[in-house]
């Protein structure tokens, strides 16, 4: 069926009318009509992948108003004929574009009339009668291919929001000269309809306004979901400037990054858009219903000290104070507030067991954390949201007419109600996830965090970033746990996908071993000319000596030139400003979202060996394939795992063994 980008949603007799005769076109037709205000354009810009593009300009006027025989001008004529003249000037822009006067109210003689009588502008004028007649055959017979520039140049011109700025996408070409050859990038059509989904509503669906208020766009890795929610963000924010828009990102690491390639492309964010962390804006929201800033542990080790100071009172538990740190955020972010409701709820997916007993000690340590913060202690993070909930000044909370959710699958139930109550009535949620990737999701449903998406879901199978070899290789990872509900898993469309080279490993013997390689390696990559520093990322796991790591790489490349997404000075924005060529480096908890074409992962060959031991319901086996297999898709076209220790059996076959690496 015909894709209409943006969707159609108009209920009035003549636009049914005109769908119609479109959705009769070939399946791979686009349907698109400009939706920002730059001037005068066509009513619909018609493409086919094979047939080609044609622009139509719609007039309803009767044949008597435009009559050109009239001895007296009449206002509907004048108007017919200032927008040929627009026609015509806008054809100077892409000469080669066929175009199209579709005259709905007049009949073929009559049609005929007027294109003798305009036949000096170079347009072709069809009635209603001859479209409904020849339907296809007629529109796709006035198609004209364009060539590959003139397309990007018509694409740039009148649809600069679908434009991907070079250094937000994977899909560069190095050479030995140290340049990347970039060209024009733009959203497919799958993205761009996604990401313009009900950015128009009509006036006559104001009544369903709430029937709409949801989507969600499920991804597989690379498919460009974080583009359509920064490109969506972009446009509500300039389609409707009154308007607040919100995008909230998982973690700080990509809000930096993307807030980071938006300046360096030459954007600017716009006023009346947020793009924020949910904790960061989370804690906004408390400080403006409270009228003061929370009190709260300090991170990263506040939450196990504050636990340590309270479980002496309950001499019973036996759980680490990490696992007990956990399942307090545990009763937060799933909104528990009674023992009873504890003891009945499902904790599948949890990294380990507990008894009824445990469970009774653990609230009991929940409510005693709770008594204290009352006293003015400090509290979790994952208290925000629910104090927020229950404030006695909520009329003060914030709210948005638009707001965009990043890696959904990450975000937990009380979360998700503190995102709804910051909704204006009658706003939208707009909500990207990619369930192959959600190992913090806890098997949860949409439905069970209050948001019905049934109907409302698209699906992008295509990966953009990275190469089948890739790709494949990650997907084996998730083949040892059980996927969960297969209407949520995505299995991806290989069609068309770069072949690519598979992963490599290199084996060094110790772990400071693996850093001294992974910079030396680097460092040969740049001084060799074969790829500027921005195309590669450093990925570490939780074992590394991440300070060793920092200053391995810096030896190599420049501390001035290396971004370390984690360190608490550089979180927010890069060390040296935003016009530098950076390496950056991450820790693998954090690089959801993350990407580049050349991607080392150092430190996480421990994940292989938990993964060979484990069977698909171990507890916290899910978690840990799921955070594989997102690490592995963050790469573009190269993936190198530096190990001190050999992969097991069976993922070794995963990985092409390597003792030097030549990747050009």
């Known amino acids: 069926m015909t894709l209409f980008i943006p969707e159609w949603t108009s209920v009035t007799a003549q636009a049914r009318l005109v769908k119609r005769i479109f959705n009769e076109l070939d399946a791979d037709t686009v349907v698109r009509h400009v939706v920002r205000d730059t001037g005068w354009t066509p009513s619909w810009f018609l493409s086919h992948p094979f047939h080609g593009w044609l622009t139509v300009a719609l007039d309803v006027s009767p044949f008597s108003a ?106 560069r070409e190095f050479h030995a000269d140290n340049s990347a050859r970039l060209t024009r990038y733009f959203l497919d059509v799958d993205q761009e309809a996604a ?18 208020s949801v989507r969600l766009i499920n991804g597989v890795a690379g498919s460009g979901k974080t583009l359509v929610a920064v490109h969506r963000a972009l446009l509500l924010a300039e389609k409707f400037p009154a308007q607040g828009i919100l995008l909230l990102v998982h973690n700080t690491p990509i809000v930096a990054d ?45 939450a196990r000290e504050l636990v340590k100071s309270l479980r002496h009172a309950f001499p019973q538990l036996v759980q680490t104070d990490d696992q007990l740190v956990e399942e307090l955020e545990f009763l937060n972010d799933f909104r528990i507030e009674s023992e009873d409701d504890y003891l009945a709820v499902s904790r599948a997916g949890r990294k380990f067991a507990l008894r009824p007993s445990d469970r009774k000690q653990i609230f009991a340590l929940y409510t005693a954390m709770l008594a204290r913060k009352a006293e003015g202690g400090p509290g979790l993070f994952s208290d925000l949201p629910r104090e927020v909930r229950v404030a006695p000044d909520l009329h003060l909370l914030p709210k948005y ?56 879901t698209r699906k992008l199978r295509k990966s953009y970033r990275t190469t089948t070899a890739i790709l494949s290789a990650a997907r084996q990872i998730l083949d040892c746990i059980d996927g969960g509900d297969p209407e949520d898993f995505l299995v991806p469309d290989y069609e068309e996908m770069a072949a690519g080279r598979p992963p490599v490993s290199v084996v060094v013997r110790s772990r400071q071993d693996a850093i001294v390689k992974t910079a030396n390696e680097i460092g040969a990559l740049v001084e060799g000319g074969h790829a500027p520093l921005s195309a590669i990322l450093v990925v570490y796991g939780r074992k590394v000596q991440k300070g060793l790591l920092y200053q391995k790489l810096s030896d190599r490349v420049g501390k001035e030139k290396l971004w370390w997404l984690n360190h608490a000075d550089q979180k927010k924005e890069p060390p040296h400003g935003h016009h530098a060529d950076y390496l950056r480096m991450a820790y693998v908890d954090t690089v959801t979202g993350l990407e580049a074409p050349i991607v080392f992962l150092v430190g996480i060959d421990d994940i292989f060996a938990d993964l060979r031991d484990a069977t698909p319901r171990s507890p916290g086996i899910e978690d840990k394939a799921r955070l594989l297999y997102m690490a592995m898709t963050r790469a573009g076209s190269h993936l190198i795992l530096i190990a001190s220790q050999r992969i097991p059996v069976p993922f070794d076959r995963i990985f092409r063994n390597a003792d030097v690496l030549l990747l050009f």
């Open 195 to 212: 990401s313009k989904l009900d950015v128009e509503l009509p006036a006559e669906l104001d009544g369903a306004v709430r029937d709409l």
């Open 401 to 456: 007419h638009h707001i965009l959710v990043d890696e959904a699958q990450f975000f937990t139930p009380s979360w998700f109600e503190l995102v709804k109550i910051s909704l204006r009535p009658g706003g939208h949620l707009f909500l990207c996830a990619d369930p192959n990737q959600g190992f913090l999701r806890g098997r949860l449903s949409w439905k069970s965090v209050g948001l019905d998406v049934s109907g409302r």
């Open 258 to 302: 993307i807030k980071h390639r938006l300046i360096r492309s030459g954007r600017s964010i716009p006023r009346n858009l947020v793009i924020s962390t949910f904790y960061s804006w989370a804690f906004g929201q408390w400080k403006t219903v409270f009228g003061k800033p929370p009190v709260l542990v300090e991170k990263p080790n506040g």
């Open 66 to 171: 435009l009559d050109p025989l009239q001895l007296f001008e009449t206002r509907q004529r004048a108007s017919f004929e200032r927008m040929l003249s627009q026609f015509r000037d806008f054809a100077a822009a892409v000469p080669s574009l066929p175009k199209m006067v579709l005259l709905w109210s007049c009949s073929e003689r009559e049609c005929w009339t007027l294109r003798e009588r305009h036949s000096a502008l170079g347009l072709a004028f069809v009635s209603r009668d001859m479209v409904e007649r020849d339907r296809a055959t007629l529109l796709q017979k006035a198609m004209r291919r364009l060539d590959r520039s003139r397309e990007q140049h018509l694409l740039g011109e009148f649809f600069p929001e679908t434009e991907i700025p070079a250094i937000c996408t994977t899909q």
